[in-house]
């Protein structure tokens, strides 16, 4: 690139990273938190091209159909609104959008889920970390005085906990909701495996947003999140989303899921027994240190070896998982999604001959 065209970037453009997706062709990849079955639904393409579903018009702008059934859902009243996103990423990014002000401060546990802060600095908020305690617990003091200290706009708080797994104390987080000016940002992208959620104190608190997703349950490539907050708040978010963000395509198989409920919570019920039973299964091997998990995912630590060397043993066995060890309080940890029985035991099965 030019000079001439360079003289145009913006300044810190050097010291951003890009988000790399790691080529996962031909592998086991058990890296992004993905339902490792295929949906049998009844999806049917010609579905697409009927009603307000036709393809060669513009998507429903604000997506009724699925705004009615995740009220009827969630119990959403009249005084709180829902707005959706192309995935939990894009709602991030309309949050930050909304309160951005030079002196506004983003506050997060860390370690936690690496979109809060990137999506923050790339927009020029200030961005501040809490650290949590060697268990992954809060530390309620530190935050507590951090929030007294630097007053944030925005704090995230992943509920369960992306990439550590844990649920965090609930009476924690109801504190930190009452001691905040700014709003609290509740990422309940795992709540399907968790069982817990904090939609029903939306009701109670003013400041308090929810944000889901259906990325985690199955339909990660159809890109969709959404955002339970009081009107008012929403309605301010929602000036800055852009139009049409939903796709047809995506609205319609979004509203196909909520018609399957049951086949989806027979899959999530799977999915907990066989991550509980990889969780055992890793516990017994003596050289990892494993955390209990609320999630699709177990966070493990490697312990007489290098987990990069560990990783790249994996992926020469063709079996992609995540390598975080360098990221601050995760030393030498790597993360692993729950696959399907076969893909766990291949997983394990590597896991013991790159330890040996």
């Given at each position: 690139?030019?000079?001439?065209?360079?003289?145009?970037?913006?300044?810190?453009?050097?010291?951003?990273?890009?988000?790399?997706?790691?080529?996962?062709?031909?592998?086991?990849?058990?890296?992004?938190?993905?339902?490792?079955?295929?949906?049998?639904?009844?999806?049917?393409?010609?579905?697409?091209?009927?009603?307000?579903?036709?393809?060669?018009?513009?998507?429903?702008?604000?997506?009724?159909?699925?705004?009615?059934?995740?009220?009827?859902?969630?119990?959403?009243?009249?005084?709180?609104?829902?707005?959706?996103?192309?995935?939990?990423?894009?709602?991030?990014?309309?949050?930050?959008?909304?309160?951005?002000?030079?002196?506004?401060?983003v506050l997060a546990p860390s370690p936690s889920f690496s979109m809060y802060e990137k999506i923050s600095r790339v927009l020029g908020l200030k961005f501040k970390n809490v650290s949590l305690k060697n268990d992954f617990s809060l530390d309620?003091?530190?935050?507590?005085?951090?929030?007294?200290?630097?007053?944030?706009?925005?704090?995230?708080?992943?509920?369960?906990?992306?990439?550590?797994?844990?649920?965090?104390?609930?009476?924690?987080?109801?504190?930190?909701?009452?001691?905040?000016?700014?709003?609290?940002?509740?990422?309940?992208?795992?709540?399907?495996?968790?069982?817990?959620?904090?939609?029903?104190?939306?009701?109670?608190?003013?400041?308090?947003?929810?944000?889901?997703?259906?990325?985690?349950?199955?339909?990660?490539?159809?890109?969709?999140?959404?955002?339970?907050?009081?009107?008012?708040?929403?309605?301010?978010?929602?000036?800055?989303?852009?139009?049409?963000?939903?796709?047809?395509?995506?609205?319609?198989?979004?509203?196909?899921?909520?018609?399957?409920?049951?086949?989806?919570?027979?899959?999530?019920?799977?999915?907990?027994?066989?991550?509980?039973?990889?969780?055992?299964?890793?516990?017994?091997?003596?050289?990892?240190?494993?955390?209990?998990?609320?999630?699709?995912?177990?966070?493990?630590?490697?312990?007489?070896?290098?987990?990069?060397?560990?990783?790249?043993?994996?992926?020469?066995?063709?079996?992609?998982?995540?390598?975080?060890?360098?990221?601050?309080?995760?030393?030498?940890c790597l993360r692993v999604t729950v696959g399907s029985e076969q893909e766990n035991n291949l997983f394990i099965q590597s896991l013991k001959k790159s330890l040996i």
């Amino acid at each position: 690139m030019s000079n001439k065209v360079n003289n145009f970037l913006r300044d810190d453009i050097d010291s951003l990273k890009e988000y790399k997706i790691v080529d996962s062709k031909g592998m086991i990849k058990l890296d992004a938190m993905e339902n490792p079955f295929d949906l049998d639904l009844n999806f049917e393409i010609t579905g697409l091209s009927s009603g307000s579903s036709n393809l060669n018009r513009y998507p429903d702008a604000n997506c009724e159909s699925l705004r009615k059934k995740l009220r009827a859902k969630y119990k959403i009243g009249k005084d709180h609104n829902i707005i959706f996103g192309n995935g939990s990423d894009e709602l991030i990014q309309l949050i930050c959008l909304a309160f951005l002000k030079s002196k506004n401060t983003v506050l997060a546990p860390s370690p936690s889920f690496s979109m809060y802060e990137k999506i923050s600095r790339v927009l020029g908020l200030k961005f501040k970390n809490v650290s949590l305690k060697n268990d992954f617990s809060l530390d309620l003091s530190l935050m507590l005085k951090k929030i007294a200290e630097f007053n944030p706009a925005i704090i995230f708080l992943a509920y369960p906990n992306n990439p550590t797994g844990n649920l965090w104390s609930k009476k924690d987080i109801l504190e930190i909701i009452n001691k905040s000016n700014g709003v609290v940002v509740i990422d309940e992208a795992y709540g399907a495996f968790s069982g817990q959620s904090f939609v029903t104190e939306i009701n109670k608190y003013e400041n308090l947003v929810i944000m889901k997703t259906l990325s985690k349950i199955g339909f990660a490539g159809i890109r969709l999140g959404y955002l339970f907050g009081e009107n008012s708040l929403i309605n301010n978010i929602n000036k800055l989303r852009l139009p049409f963000n939903i796709n047809s395509v995506s609205q319609k198989i979004s509203d196909l899921s909520f018609e399957n409920n049951e086949y989806i919570d027979e899959q999530i019920k799977d999915l907990i027994k066989l991550k509980d039973k990889l969780t055992n299964q890793m516990k017994d091997i003596s050289k990892v240190k494993v955390y209990e998990s609320k999630t699709n995912f177990v966070l493990f630590k490697i312990l007489d070896k290098s987990a990069n060397d560990v990783f790249n043993y994996l992926i020469s066995c063709n079996i992609l998982i995540k390598n975080i060890s360098s990221s601050p309080g995760l030393e030498n940890c790597l993360r692993v999604t729950v696959g399907s029985e076969q893909e766990n035991n291949l997983f394990i099965q590597s896991l013991k001959k790159s330890l040996i």
